[in-house]
């Protein structure tokens, strides 16, 4: 059986309907478990909502809803996304599941089991929108003096009876890990900021709440609910069968890869591992903490009303162009940019005017001069050879490098080189002349540009799955032959060359884009 290959998102707050940093995440994730399934890899895909926590409870209260209504009603609107973006996932979870609920309750009883949770009063600063505890020390100054949290959220300060985890006991044993599996968190800032917090020291964690109901039970402690990031972290063992499903577990536990936002790292390099490690459960492999997405270079808010819907990009610009722009344009790991602008000039730019003209070229000098029979035999010239070589070392070894890396842009841009590449050789070699002065010149170049373009889209299906799919189709590729083997196969275009396949004239699979402005 396969290697499995376990990978998740953060589960999104479902307090609002998502926006393009949600989108960015899902599809990130969504690229590295096509790209793994292409490497065979028996892949679990998982994203959902987390829908416990003093958050929701507000925002429910605001809109006369109940917690429970405002979850059903928003979670709807992030599954709905992650459908029309083409989000492979495997599971979308919500942790209003009854499966979670017990998950969440075995693992605490695990913790409780090692001596680890502890019933005292608890005194300090919360940010209910960081849902985040903060040590004095941590806290920075806002207008008036007012508190803030180091994310710039407003803190208040908290008393209640609560359940405590031992976090001070896991300090050294969470720097003993770090050191012994240095890429635990990724990329390397992010490392160094999780190390220099820990050994500052780790004060115990408050992890239930008495003031609202919207959560897990405490399993014993009636009037207690586990504080949102306990059950929340949970959700990726539920997703793996915890605690009941033990081959299941087995399986795919522990995860390959938690792709997370920067700004909750300290949730998942800090408090999971030592949840964990009291559990005595295995440690996820690795952590990667993207980057944030700004629009136009400015941080998005409500407030300053720059909040971008990430269904309407996809709406008026098409799901491929966008995913492809925040993945070829977004240094991975680094904070991102966006806007209209940019989205258009890079799809135009990449994908109509380059690898889109160049399908369309070849596709439709196979239809219109061959009949649509592909040509096959021939004898090829240093030119072709070169090529072929060029192309094949970008997909067969630098792209699933980088993409193997989690260095999504730069695979993207391995990828695009060599379609430059190809465009080079077709002004070179002007196939449309061969027509008329040397037909069976013009029959080898049109076969090596086949073989490439069947290459180049296969290597860039994960970040465009719709387009990359729809081409090679047209291009008569089967289905089960669009993964790392194919690179391998040298009988493969023989076989279709002598088959009754006929290319068609091609229908355009990368259209230009016009920028929407605010007049239209
Ligand atoms: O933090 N650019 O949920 P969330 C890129 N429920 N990514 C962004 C972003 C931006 N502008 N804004 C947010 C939570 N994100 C918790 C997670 S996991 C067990 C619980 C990312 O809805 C953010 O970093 O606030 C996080 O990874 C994800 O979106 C969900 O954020």
Redesign the pocket.
């Known amino acids: 059986m396969a290697d499995p290959f376990y990978i998740t998102?953060?589960?999104?707050?479902p307090n609002g309907k998502p926006?393009?940093?949600?989108a960015?995440?899902m599809i990130a994730a969504d690229a590295i478990a096509r790209f793994q399934r292409q490497q065979g890899r028996d892949v679990f895909f998982q994203t959902g909502t987390?829908e416990h926590g003093l958050k929701m409870v507000q925002t429910a209260r605001a809109r006369d809803l109940t917690a429970r209504e405002l979850a059903d009603e928003m979670s709807g609107y992030f599954r709905v996304m992650a459908e029309k973006l083409d989000i492979s996932c495997d599971r979308f979870i919500r942790t209003s599941e009854a499966d979670h609920y017990r998950a969440s309750q075995a693992i605490w009883e695990k913790m409780a089991a090692k001596g680890d949770l502890y019933l005292d009063r608890y005194e300090g600063w919360y940010s209910v929108r960081d849902?985040a505890f903060y040590e004095e020390k941590e806290l920075q100054e806002g207008e008036g003096g007012q508190k803030l949290s180091p994310q710039g959220t407003p803190v208040e300060w908290t008393k209640e009876e609560t359940w405590f985890f031992r976090l001070s006991k896991y300090q050294q044993p969470l720097l003993d890990f770090y050191a012994a599996n240095p890429d635990f968190i990724r990329p390397e800032s992010r490392r160094n900021e999780v190390l220099r917090f820990v050994e500052g020291g780790l004060v115990d964690l408050s992890v239930s709440r008495t003031s609202f109901d919207w959560g897990v039970p405490v399993p014993g402690s009636p009037g207690h609910v586990m504080y949102v990031?306990v059950d929340?972290?949970t959700?990726?063992l539920t997703g793996a069968g915890f605690p009941d499903d033990a081959e299941r577990l087995a399986r795919y536990w522990p995860a390959d890869l938690h792709l997370?936002?920067?700004?909750?790292v300290r949730?998942?390099t800090v408090y999971w591992p030592a949840f964990l490690m009291s559990a005595d459960i295995a440690l996820p492999k690795q952590v990667f903490g993207?980057?944030?997405?700004?629009n136009r270079g400015e941080?998005?808010s409500k407030s300053v009303g720059n909040v971008v819907d990430p269904m309407e990009l996809a709406e008026t610009y098409g799901v491929d162009a966008l995913r492809y722009f925040l993945l070829r344009d977004v240094s991975f790991g680094q904070d991102g940019t966006f806007s209209d602008e940019a989205i258009v000039t890079r799809a135009n730019a990449d994908l109509s005017n380059s690898f889109g003209n160049l399908a369309q070229r070849v596709l439709s000098m196979i239809a219109k001069n061959l009949d649509g029979a592909l040509p096959f035999g021939g004898k090829e010239t240093e030119a072709d050879l070169d090529l072929a070589a060029k192309v094949s070392y970008a997909t067969s070894v630098e792209v699933p490098r980088a993409f193997f890396d989690l260095a999504l842009n730069q695979g993207i841009e391995d990828w695009i080189r060599a379609v430059f590449a190809c465009n080079q050789y077709v002004d070179a070699q002007e196939p449309w002349k061969l027509r008329k002065t040397d037909p069976e010149r013009m029959k080898v170049v049109l076969a090596r540009l086949f073989i490439c373009i069947r290459d180049l889209a296969i290597a860039i299906l994960p970040v465009v799955p719709a387009s990359a799919t729809r081409l090679l189709d047209a291009m008569g590729i089967l289905a089960d032959e669009r993964d790392q083997h194919a690179y391998a196969d040298s009988g493969w275009y023989e076989r279709l060359a002598t088959s009754d396949f006929r290319v068609a004239a091609p229908i355009p699979i990368f259209p230009r884009l016009e920028l929407k402005t605010s007049e239209d």
Not at 9 to 13: N, S, V
Not at 290 to 294: D, I, M, Q, T
Request: aromatic letters at 18%; a negative charge.
């Open positions: 998102t953060a589960i999104h707050y926006h393009i940093g949600h960015y995440e987390d849902e990031w929340a972290l959700n990726y997370i936002g920067k700004d909750i949730f998942h993207h980057g944030f997405l700004l941080k998005m």
